[in-house]
């Protein structure tokens, strides 16, 4: 077997470019159909290259946030949305508000056509944070913090905390509950959740603590001296590429403007930061063993991620000479959506990491490796 077909971790910006770009393709469409192709292809990628660790174990939790996202969405519709439609299902007892608040409404007719409206607006939403999620479950925090730029380390250590929080607590909640359900406890409704909570809380505050003195042990924060002029230059360009790439993103997704606007924008911003960055990593005092590689997987998967993305902005881009793909991207609340073949070769294409990246490795090879070393080191 080959070294590049053996077991490794995916370097996790890769996942994150991917991810990112799955996101940002979900927010040009509302097409349902084109919406659950794209959280099928990240449920398929994670199936096939979920890791045998902690953070792996999240995706089921993004799933269930997604559900809830779309719950509140059309639950919000019902009580408080305009209705919109003539296929009234139920009429609610309303109140009548005063006409400076047009635009709300409490109770009233609830309309087929609102409630599909709210369900595309909610699924878009969903669509974002369970991709978001499936970067977060094949992505190795700790990995991603070591491939933070020297300029970004502090901000990375609290995305990076962040990130694993929520596997963290989920893995200290199942063990918790096995053990007071070996001792005969009850871990069962409202109150068997609720004498669960002093346990995990007390690991993660003891986790917090771990963490901090681990950090204080390796010089966590030491900088190497740094004149006042050269950090106000760092500051500037960082805040100048900050703006610039809002503003571009802005013209870019935005309906009301043509995509190509915003390019030069967001090109400059990205410019910008990446100035940014190299300034002030040669200011950072920061080390990194064993660096990632960034080899031909990595490519496949960061490219497949720009593929999606640049279909969905191809169609976009189409709509000014056939109107069709403007119904095939935002379909009306009174037709069926269709599903283009383009976005059937969009789901094909972000379904290129299941195949291209290679297999995590598992506890017991990363053990079997760890022994190997030492035995080569001996």
Known sequence: MTSRMRPRWLHPMAWWAWALCLAAAATRVTNPLLLLLLIAAAAVVVAARKPDAPWGKSFEFFLILGGLIIGIRVVFQ?????????????????????????????????????????????????????????????????????????????????????????????????????????????????????????????????????????????????????STS?????VGLLMASIVLVMVGLYGLFTTAAHPFLGLPIVFMGLVAGGASLWRGSRERVRTVYRPDPWLLPEYLVTGSG??????????????????????????????????????????????????????????????????EREVVSA
Request: aromatic fraction near 6%; charged fraction near 15%.
């Open 78 to 226: 019902v009580l408080f949305g305009a209705s919109t439609g003539n296929t009234v299902l139920v009429t609610l007892p309303g109140i009548s508000l005063p006409t400076w608040m047009s635009g709300l409404r409490l109770g009233g007719p609830i309309t087929l056509e609102s409630l599909l409206g709210a369900f595309y607006d909610g699924l878009r939403l969903a669509t974002i944070a369970i991709v978001i999620g499936a970067a977060n479950s094949l992505a190795s925090p700790g990995k991603l913090l070591k491939a933070m730029p020297a300029a970004l380390y502090e901000l990375g250590v609290s995305i990076v905390v962040a990130l694993s929080f929520i596997p963290q607590l989920i893995t200290d909640f199942v063990r918790i509950r096995d053990m007071r359900r070996l001792r005969g406890r009850n871990d069962r409704g409202m109150r068997g959740y609720v004498s669960l909570a002093i346990p995990v809380l007390a690991g993660a505050l003891d986790r917090s603590i771990n963490l901090a003195a681990s950090m204080d042990s390796r010089g966590y924060g030491r900088v190497s001296n740094q």
């Open 230 to 234: 050269s950090r106000r230059i760092v």
């Open 306 to 371: 720009l593929a999606v993305l640049g279909i969905f902005l191809w169609a976009e881009l189409r709509v000014v000479v056939n109107i069709k793909l403007w119904e095939q991207l935002h379909p009306s609340l009174d037709s069926w959506p269709s599903l283009p073949l383009w976005g059937i070769a969009a789901f094909l294409i972000a379904l290129i990491p299941a195949i291209a990246s290679p297999r995590p490795p598992s506890n017991s090879s990363s053990a079997r490796q760890t022994n």
